[in-house]
């Protein structure tokens, strides 16, 4: 039997002639400045430009960041999105792109931690950075901590979503928002009351968007497990990473002990951070990923103690 393989082998012009085959020029003439000092600049250009402008900078900036916790883990290390932004004035074109980027890493290189007093810091330096009046400074994450069965008391991961919003104005100084999206377990109230033998429940979404007093102090009170608590605290029941069956059967049974609509669960997590003397107002919203329908059920709260 004849076992010879027969092969055709292409043979392909070098890479300079390829990238030439598909578009790629010599290069031209260089006639413009090389050195940054000779660059038009025309970011600071100064004339009329009709309109103030509210916010211009950069968003969806991913970078590795440090968070503590009250829970573990205590420290840990996590991805973030940050959006940096400032206004201008109209007779400004422009703002300086790079200066965002450019303090974020400064900033990390110095073993920087995210957290309010941080971010206050880092947006007071960015004005100064920026030579504008003011600077805002978004950031997001997913925020990590430990839960065990209630039974088992095996550990696992959870992880909520959190966002801090900071901004600084040289004239009216700081304004503090904090946000934490936590999971919970909902148990429907009507099919409980209308059904034989069972209920259904859904995994709900609760976000609480929370404004602090301005002597807020952090290093007392970790905000992030106040909100997750006051979530899951009034939930059907608790997301759980690790379950056995013992741990399956008492997290079921509290669930079918506590029913709850969305409109329950926005009303008493209102009721949770109304009752905290350091959130000057906050909106509570809960989204259901109902498991018999193929839509959603939303509700919301918003609160403002100052107008009391």
């Not at 027969?6 to 002639?17: F, I, M, R, S, Y």
């Not at 859904?202 to 404004?211: D, E, F, H, L, P």
């Not at 905000?223 to 605290?233: F, G, N, P, T, Y």
Request: hydrophobic letters at 35%.
């Amino acid at each position: 039997m004849n076992t010879t393989k027969v092969t055709n082998k292409k043979t392909l012009p070098n890479k300079k002639e390829r990238h030439r085959l598909f578009g790629s020029v010599e290069a031209g003439p260089r006639t413009k400045p090389v050195n940054k000092q000779e660059m038009a600049d025309l970011q600071n250009t100064k004339k009329d430009f009709m309109f103030d402008i509210d916010a211009v900078g950069i968003s969806n900036v991913k970078h590795p960041i440090q968070v503590s916790s009250s829970l573990e883990p205590k420290f840990q290390t996590t991805i973030a999105s940050f959006t940096f932004t400032s206004s201008i004035d109209k007779d400004s074109k422009g703002t300086n792109m790079s200066r965002f980027t450019e303090q974020l890493h400064e900033y990390h290189s110095a073993n920087f931690f995210i957290n309010i007093d941080s971010l206050k810091q880092f947006t007071k330096d960015l004005t100064s950075r920026l030579k504008q009046k003011d600077a805002c400074m978004e950031v997001t994450f997913p925020w990590f901590f430990e839960r065990k069965g209630p039974s088992s008391n095996l550990t696992g991961l959870n992880h909520a979503d959190v966002t801090i919003k900071v901004t600084y104005d040289i004239d009216s100084g700081y304004d503090v928002e904090v946000s934490l999206t936590g999971t919970i377990t909902t148990l429907c109230p009507c099919s409980k009351e209308i059904s034989e033998y069972s209920a259904h429940n859904q995994r709900g979404n609760v976000t609480m968007t929370v404004s602090l007093v301005e002597d807020f102090d952090e290093h007392e009170i970790d905000w992030k497990q106040v909100l997750l608590e006051a979530a899951e605290s009034n939930a059907s029941a608790r997301i759980h990473p690790v379950l056995k069956r013992p741990d399956e059967k008492l997290v079921t049974e509290h669930a079918f002990e506590n029913p709850r609509f969305v409109e329950d669960i926005v009303r008493l997590v209102a009721a949770d951070l109304y009752e905290l003397p350091y959130v000057e107002k906050f909106k509570v919203t809960c989204r259901n990923e109902e498991s018999i329908h193929l839509h959603d059920a939303i509700a919301s709260v918003t609160y403002d103690k100052n107008n009391e």
